[in-house]
């Protein structure tokens, strides 16, 4: 008799009979520190919270999220044993850089050996950009679009100061602004460690592409079609722009490395010369 009953009761909506035996479980309330470890695993996947940031302090970072600071305490211990966050004795608790693991030491050297390497590297640039620029048009939201918009003015302000580390510098905001912008979080950590290694000039040094004032204002109207492409939310614009501006990095490169070719013969044909007399 019981069976029956409790068979019998019907969804509202379609009044059929609703199963016994739905997969329904109790609810377990979240320790505390539990949900402070995935929001700040969150702000570390989003690339909010970026390698080499120092958190708050134990107690503000406690006051901000609401918590106890014992709470705060286990999830810092839990993000440090699976290698996000690491403390530095009397310096306080920093994002881990976990960027560095992209690439080997051995890769790393690899590529700085070879020319080869920086145009595939910039190849790679081009479509992975191309993509960003494209996507962050349609899906950046307009903080996004304020941020690029801001990086973009900041780079109009180093260029008129002729301060090529300051371009440089906020070159490369500018371009990762853009994978923040598209939303792929994949994307945007994959291109983070490409930049590492870029600041770091495994690939090439960035201020060769300041060295003259045509090059300079080049780069910058580059920069400026690139932003307008995403401020218009024009996705074919913006990847054109990137690819033309990527395509005019490479030849840049090209010439460069050919005039240094064309100065080394030049240089052996010269002390052959003062050999002879």
Known sequence: ????????????LTHLPVPPNMPFRQIQPEKLST????????????????????????RDLAEKLGVSRPSVREA???????????????????VADVLGSAFSDALVKLFAAHDEAVFDYLSFRRDMEGLAASRAAQHGS???LQVIQTLFEKMQAAHQKHNPADEARLDADFHLSIFEA????????????????????????RQIMFKQRTTRDM??????????????????AARAAVEAHLDYVQACLSD??????????????????????
């Open 35 to 58: 949900a402070v470890t995935r929001q700040i695993e969150k702000l570390i996947l989003r690339g909010i919270l970026r390698p080499g940031e120092r958190l708050p302090a134990e």
């Open 142 to 144: 307009d903080t996004d």
């Open 1 to 12: 008799m019981i069976a029956r009953w409790s068979y019998r009761f019907t969804n509202p």
């Open 219 to 236: 780069l910058l109207g580059q920069h400026r079609a690139i932003n307008d492409g995403i401020q218009t939310r024009n996705p074919d």
């Open 76 to 94: 810092i211990a839990d993000l440090s044993e699976r290698g996000l966050l690491n403390s530095r004795a009397g310096a306080g608790i920093y």
């Open 182 to 205: 598209s939303h792929n979080v994949v994307m945007l950590h994959m291109m983070r460690s490409m930049y590492q290694l870029l600041q770091q000039g495994v690939f090439y040094n």
């Open 256 to 277: 460069d490395r050919k005039a240094e070719q064309h100065e080394e013969i030049a240089r052996q044909r010269f002390e052959r010369i003062k050999g002879r007399s």
